[in-house]
């Protein structure tokens, strides 16, 4: 036996000891009622006079003389009949909302309308839905609750209908009354709307919050139909998700990357769906990590397709303000699989660039669904490629990233979208370091994606000394910062005047002369060991050359790779002794 059953016969005992407290001790009964299990000793006089399907039962069975019926598929149970028969036996009981809906049912089950008895049951609950009820949101969300138990015969007696018109006619003008009591004069005597004050008109958020799925969807239906400002609307969603999903608490948390109850209830998965489906048009009106925070619930939850392209292009349309933690979607595949979900983030970053600009005005299929993309603008492209810089360089250690997939994330945005490659560097470095089993093809792909004529002095002077770096890459290098260098000279000559101090000309001649002759030695070095290394790799197929190779040309620890942040490396100490060198051949021949 469920606790709904074990509910139910408890319900009926108790209902049939009041029973005996307020039927006639003096009159033997002539008739047992049975509902759902519960049974009732009554009298058929005052069942007659009020109930129109009870009459019709004795009087189909007046010649057997019927002293037993039973009451299948009673709405409300052995509890709602309690009350209709104390109405018809003249028993006063209060109507309320946490009642009003099971005797409308009950009333219409047992007929016990006008057209059998003056002023009868169905009327007088009837008239306390419509006066009472239908002007008070608690009581039509109440009421509401009630009718969860009561589907279909709610909805076919409109119960439900009425109760979601009241709501959303109530949120409608509470929100306009807030929206007048904002309106105020400026100094210049112009009437305006203050933001900063507090908007009272949405406290009717929480209240819709224990409303079931279906209905709370009809009734977030009805106030789009009714003109709900979408920000309250976008604020409902969030707290009914958050509220229905509080068992996912690690959904809502983008750090959390553990996976947790893969057998989620067909509950959630509809949930997350109907949200989606009610979300607003208009850009902003819910906070872009709660869109992130429902495409993780819908990966998980393997929720439809439609439901899943639909958030990404939501999420695609406002890239430009998402954050890092935003983008570490979960991978929930099995477990040979990534750690994050690289497919979902490319889709969104394919939709960003695809979007189109002009967002105001515009309804659902031209914001979502364009067929004609045009590009976004160069600021958001700035911020985004920023964000997926930082991205490539979070996912960049999984040792099940395949290359393909990381250029695809790197390749998505166009190519003016990044103004400087640091970021694009430090995140390619990363991946040289974590996969060093790398094939050079492999590298020299990779490092095509770089322009290295992009990046800023210091990351420059880092990948020239980086050995991850396929050679050709570290030649480009060297030949951009010298080209640097050399048009940086020609700038200064160019904007010095004979007037000039003479001594301060001289020293940063000077120092940009020690620049250049410390590239161009740097680089014939470069070409010297390359030349060495091709011939002995013809006589030996050991690597033990190429070895040392790398670690003459070891890196400097721009971006967080030195083993302990006081020491100085090799390549430091050997570029003092280049220094020294230079400065007394420079300042010879000076």
């Known amino acids: 036996m469920d606790k709904q059953q074990h509910h139910q016969l408890s319900l009926a005992k108790s209902s049939r000891q009041r029973c005996n407290e307020w039927i006639f001790r003096d009159v033997k009964s002539d008739i047992t009622i049975e509902v759902n299990g519960g049974t009732f000793a009554l009298h058929k006089f005052p069942l007659v006079s009020r109930s129109g399907r009870i009459r019709k039962l004795v009087a189909e069975h007046r010649d057997s003389d019927i002293s037993r019926v039973e009451l299948l598929n009673l709405p409300g149970g052995a509890e709602t009949f309690e009350l209709a028969a104390k109405f018809c036996y003249g028993i006063n009981f209060e109507i309320t909302s ?13 007929e016990m309308t006008e057209e059998f008895s003056k002023d009868n049951l169905g009327s007088r609950a009837e008239e306390y839905l419509e006066s009472i009820v239908c002007k008070n949101l608690e009581m039509c969300v109440e009421v509401l609750q009630q009718c969860e138990n009561l589907l279909p015969l709610a909805d076919e007696l409109k119960i439900v209908s009425r109760c979601i018109d009241a709501i959303a006619s109530k949120a409608c003008a509470e929100q306009i009354a807030s929206s007048f009591s904002r309106l105020e004069y400026s100094s210049s005597g112009r009437l305006h709307m203050n933001r900063q004050a507090k908007c009272d008109g949405d406290w009717w958020i929480e209240d819709l919050s224990v409303i079931r799925i279906d209905l709370y969807q009809r009734v977030m239906t009805a106030m789009k139909c009714r003109g709900v400002r979408p920000e309250s ?12 999903l509080t068992k996912k608490s690690s959904l809502w948390n983008p750090s959390g990357h553990t996976k947790i109850d893969l057998l989620s209830t067909d509950h959630e998965r509809l949930v997350v769906e109907t949200i989606v ?3 607003p048009v208009e850009k902003l009106a819910v906070p872009i990590t709660f869109l992130f925070g429902l495409l993780r619930s819908a990966v998980m939850l393997d929720c439809s397709i439609a439901c899943r392209l639909d958030l990404e292009r939501r999420i695609g349309s406002q890239l ?3 954050t890092l933690d935003d983008l570490l979607i979960p991978s929930f595949r099995h477990a040979g699989d990534t750690l994050f979900d690289v497919d979902t983030v490319q889709r969104i970053l394919v939709n960003f660039s695809q979007q189109d600009d002009s967002e105001d005005d ?4 031209s914001v979502f669904e364009s067929d004609s993309p045009h590009s976004p603008s160069q600021g958001a492209l700035f911020k985004v490629s920023k964000l997926v810089d930082n991205y490539l360089a979070e996912i960049a250690p999984d040792a099940n990233l395949k290359l393909a997939k990381f250029m695809a ?9 990044r103004t400087i490659h640091d970021g694009l560097y430090r995140a390619i470095d990363i991946y040289l370091k974590a996969h060093q089993g790398l094939p050079d093809a ?3 792909k990779l490092c095509k994606l770089i322009d290295f004529q992009k990046l800023s002095q210091e990351a420059g002077a880092h990948a020239a000394q980086n050995e991850r770096l396929p050679l050709q890459s570290i030649v480009q290098v060297l030949y951009f910062e010298q080209l640097r260098l050399r048009n940086a000279f020609s700038a200064l000559s160019a904007a010095m005047s004979p007037k000039d101090n003479y001594a301060s000309l001289r020293r940063e001649n000077r120092e940009l002369k020690l620049e250049l002759a410390r590239m161009r030695m740097r680089l014939n070095d470069l070409e010297k060991e390359h030349v060495c290394m091709k011939r002995d790799m013809a006589k030996s197929s050991s690597r033990k050359f190429m070895s040392s190779f790398t670690k003459k040309i070891g890196g400097l620890s721009l971006f967080g790779h030195s083993s302990s942040r006081g ?3 090799p390549s430091r100490q050997s570029y003092r002794t280049d220094s020294k060198v230079i400065e007394r051949t420079c300042a010879s021949t000076d």
């Open 277 to 279: 489906s009610l979300l």
């Open 409 to 417: 994330i790197a390749e998505t945005l166009p190519t003016h979208a």
């Open 320 to 322: 430009d303000i998402a």
């Open 362 to 365: 515009m309804d659902d299929a």
């Open 567 to 569: 020491s100085s490396s």
């Open 233 to 244: 609307i976008g604020a409902s969603l969030v707290n009914y998700a958050q509220k229905e």
């Open 442 to 444: 492999d590298k020299k």
């Open 98 to 110: 946490s009642n009003v809906a099971q005797l409308c049912c009950v009333s219409d089950y047992l």
